[in-house]
């Protein structure tokens, strides 16, 4: 194996096989120890229609009822978070149907991402490119869900997992921006593997990922951005050989992110060296 491949395993705590049902056990169960640890009240998520959102929002309602069950009263609010009509709305419902959260709330992000569009022209004197208004609405997403949890003393819940992570494919203090991170370990083909072994229908854990972020591309794929399949990330992860060029561009993209996945610099940081 690269060697740079076997410290990013090792870094991510990817394993090469899992079985989903002690991994679905095991996250409920850091869902609820943290909770406890910390005398927060609950959780909440945006919740996409994707693969990524559907699972970590089934297994914090599995948490919220695992507390009930400890007589520990539990809120789990998961929220649609559409910029104006969410294109594949039909998704986001069925994800919804599926992980039967105590709460639902719909906050459209529109008028916040406009506004900063607006103000944004006026300041810079030029138009917000779509790929920044992108990251805009991320951010917004996360200060709608922060919102939410300071109001009820939740802690929101973030969808990074391993396959994300290692190209840094998440927008900095946008969705990168939570308190606790239910899914971190697992590559997406296991994301889907924990979402079969819970019922999920099969239109959601075999939908295409697509981080959804842009007015001119909606439901631009994230293989399509990213120029990697998520099969090659996978087995990259689990520490096969996927051939030099895709091997380097994954470790570009990790070597470029690395400030991504650690907290703002400071002068006593060598991370960067
Ligand atoms: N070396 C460095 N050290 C410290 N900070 C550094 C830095 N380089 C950039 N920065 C900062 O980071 C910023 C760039 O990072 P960021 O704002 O995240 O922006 P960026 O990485 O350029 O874009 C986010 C990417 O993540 C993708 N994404 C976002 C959200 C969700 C999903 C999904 O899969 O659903 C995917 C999105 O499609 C896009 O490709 C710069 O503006 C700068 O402020
Ligand atoms: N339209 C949306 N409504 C609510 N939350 C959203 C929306 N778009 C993104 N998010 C939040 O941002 C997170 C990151 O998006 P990302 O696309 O990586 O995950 P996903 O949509 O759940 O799964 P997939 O990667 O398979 O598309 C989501 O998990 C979700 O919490
Ligand atoms: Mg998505």
């Given at each position: 194996m690269r060697e740079l491949q076997a410290q990013i395993i090792a870094e991510l705590g990817?394993?090469?096989?899992?079985?989903p049902a002690a991994e679905i056990t095991r996250r409920v169960e850091f869902l609820t120890s943290y909770l406890k640890a910390t005398g927060t009240r609950g959780y909440v998520l945006g919740i996409s229609g994707g693969i990524d959102s559907t699972l970590a929002g089934r297994l914090s309602q599995l948490a919220a009822e695992r507390l009930a069950e400890e007589g520990i009263e539990a809120e789990f609010i998961a929220v649609r978070l559409p910029?104006?009509?969410?294109?594949d709305e039909d998704d986001a419902r069925a994800a919804l149907d599926f992980i039967r959260a105590r709460t639902e709330r719909t906050f459209n992000i529109a008028a916040a991402v406009d506004g900063f569009e607006a103000e944004f022209a006026r300041t810079a004197t030029a138009e917000v490119s779509d790929f920044n208004k992108g990251n805009i609405k991320a951010r917004s997403r996360m200060i709608a869900q922060y919102a939410l949890a300071g109001h009820d003393r939740l802690l929101v819940v973030g969808t990074d997992h391993a396959a994300e992570s290692v190209t840094g494919f998440f927008t900095k203090f946008g969705d990168?921006?939570?308190?606790?991170?239910?899914?971190?370990?697992?590559?997406k083909r296991q994301n889907r593997a924990l979402l079969r072994e819970l019922g999920a229908p099969e239109k959601l854990w075999s939908k295409v990922p697509t981080a959804d972020l842009l007015d001119g591309t909606p439901g631009r794929t994230d293989e399509d951005e990213l120029g990697i399949s998520y099969d090659e990330i996978d087995d990259y992860l689990e520490?096969?050989?996927?051939?030099e060029g895709p091997a380097s561009g994954i470790e570009r993209r990790y070597l470029a992110t690395r400030h991504k996945r650690a907290a703002p610099v400071s002068l006593l940081d060598t991370w960067w060296k």
């Open positions: 990817v394993q090469p096989r899992i079985d910029y104006g009509v969410q294109h990168g921006g939570a308190d606790i991170l239910p899914l971190f370990t697992l590559n520490g096969r050989d996927i051939g």
